[in-house]
């Protein structure tokens, strides 16, 4: 057998296989020979069909899947021992073919293959990148602590609406002025803290236990849907509804934060702080870190997008193109190619910088680093709820179940590759550090 290969430009190539007889007439008659020990064929016993009737049935198709086999082995051994860098897999050339399947002898198979492209990154310590953070000021500190007080804190009943409260009462349904009889009648709760409508906020302040008044269920609730659970009826119902309604206050909870003393140091971080003063050093530090994650997230962003923006890559898109559709599961036209072909490319383009990154710097997911990196988060979920975490023994045994589910583990090894890849950013190019206000700085993650 033999292999040569011609360079038709930088991006695309060919490769010929060249087949003997003798690289396959004896897999053949082997294979051959198993189906006539084990065919079934009216009138001849297993074992005992003749062998040129095996021959003419099962003959070509035989051969065609030898021929397969040991093209496919010798094109992918080739390409492995010659080094070639290619995307997605070598693709049969139409009337590729020399030689007959009828008078089989010697045989030639034509491949065409695309190359990856060769780039450079357009990245180095020269580099400057802006690395947004939150500026942890007094007043987000502040926030920070009235959170934690009211998270701690317990209800307690009010007489008087005011901006925060809970407002508790009855919608009635109204029929010239009075409560109509059989008509809607609901109890709900209003949480005057996430009340949009300013009229409706002016309306409910100062508002008693026992006041009963008109009110628009649309402007104390937050879609069609809201309104329709406020008022225990089905969306339907109220897409329908041009009743009135009245109101009546039957209670009102307002959330009275926990004292800022010893009990409240110890629940929030145990025998670490004593003080208000110690609190607050512990809420700014613990605010640093947990802006951090989504601090290193921008910035890596901000370089991902500077690096599809300037790396230069030219890519054989006339043979990806028929490659996609070669390897795709469904039938693909040419109209949702066109479509969804820029951003396959975008996509390979990153995929090929994030791969060149990895090689070239000897960057590896070792099986202990994934599993720490596994158990890492799961000692994170046990801390968001406030809970302890478990023994390493059991640390390891949910890390290995999760490991096992192929999505969750898909999951768990994009974070630590990102994570990875985020330490080389930060170590090759040059941080420009910049302080946000908490606000600016939320509106900048989500865009």
Known sequence: MKITRQEIDAQNGVLKVEVAAEDYQGKVKSALDKY????????????????????????????????????????????TEEKLDIL????PIENGVEGS?????????????????????????KTKITYNTVKIDKQLIEKQTEDLRRRYGKLISSETVSQKDMVMGKFEELEAGQVKEGGISHSTTISMEFLDNKAAQKLLLGKK???????????VSKSPEDAAAMLGISAEAYANLEASFQFTITDVKRMEMAELNEELFAKLFGDEVKSEAEMTKRIEA?????????????????????LLAETQMTFPEAFLRRWIKASSDKPISDEDL?????????????????????KDNNIQLTNEEVINFTKSLIVGNYAQYGMPAPDDAELNETAMRLL?????????????????LT???????????????YDDFVALAKA
């Open 88 to 91: 997605g897999n070598p693709l």
């Open 36 to 79: 006539r020990k084990t065919a079934k064929i009216p009138g001849f016993r297993p074992g005992h069909v003749p062998a040129a009737l095996i021959q003419k049935q099962y003959g070509k198709s035989v051969l065609l899947d030898e021929l397969n086999k040991i093209t496919n082995d010798a094109i992918y051994q080739y390409i």
């Open 404 to 420: 096992q589910n192929k999505e969750q583990a898909n999951g768990i090894y994009d974070r630590l590759a990102e994570a990875k």
């Open 338 to 358: 066109n479509n969804e072909f820029a951003a396959y490319l975008n996509s390979l383009k990153w995929q090929l910088i994030q791969t060149k990154i990895f």
């Open 209 to 219: 236990v026992n006041d009963t008044f008109a009110l628009e269920v649309a402007k």
């Open 423 to 437: 330490n080389y950013f930060k170590q090759t190019v040059s941080l420009s550090k910049k302080e946000l206000p």
């Open 101 to 125: 399947f009828d008078t089989p002898a010697d045989f030639t198979f034509s491949y065409e293959i695309g190359y990856s492209p060769v780039f450079e990154l357009p990245i180095s310590n």
């Open 286 to 306: 613990d605010l640093s870190r947990m802006f951090e994650e989504d601090a290193d997230r921008l910035f890596t962003k901000n370089v991902f997008d500077k």
